[in-house]
């Protein structure tokens, strides 16, 4: 293989990469714990956090602060386990990329 065909190789996988991972960032992963949910895009930008208000008492706060934490949390890991999974056969070998 030249080098000239290399790179196209090369430009066409980055391509596919970036397009894969500019899926990623528009697709919303939720989370929801008993009273919690949250909505978060794949670039991790936070959409929405929803909480059953008609499920908390008063002195629940702390609780309430766990559960949103435990939401973001998984969300976060949903968003990580997809990209690993859509861009992982373009980036072995190199943890961490995205």
């Given amino acids: 293989m030249n080098m000239q065909n290399m ?6 996988i980055q391509k596919e990469m970036m397009a894969e991972k500019a899926k990623i960032d ?3 992963f939720s989370s929801k714990t008993s009273i919690v949910s949250v909505e978060m ?3 991790k ?3 929405s956090v929803k909480i059953d208000a008609e499920e908390i008492a008063k002195d629940d706060v702390e609780m309430l602060e766990d559960m949103i934490v ?10 990580e ?3 690993e999974q859509k861009l992982g056969k373009y980036t072995q ?5 995205f």
């Fill in 45 to 47: 930008e936070l959409v």
């Fill in 93 to 97: 070998g190199m943890p961490g990329l």
């Fill in 41 to 43: 895009k794949g670039n």
């Fill in 7 to 12: 790179m196209k190789q090369v430009q066409k």
């Fill in 81 to 83: 386990k997809t990209t």
């Fill in 70 to 79: 435990v939401a973001i949390n998984d969300v976060i890991s949903q968003i």
């Fill in 26 to 28: 528009e697709t919303v």
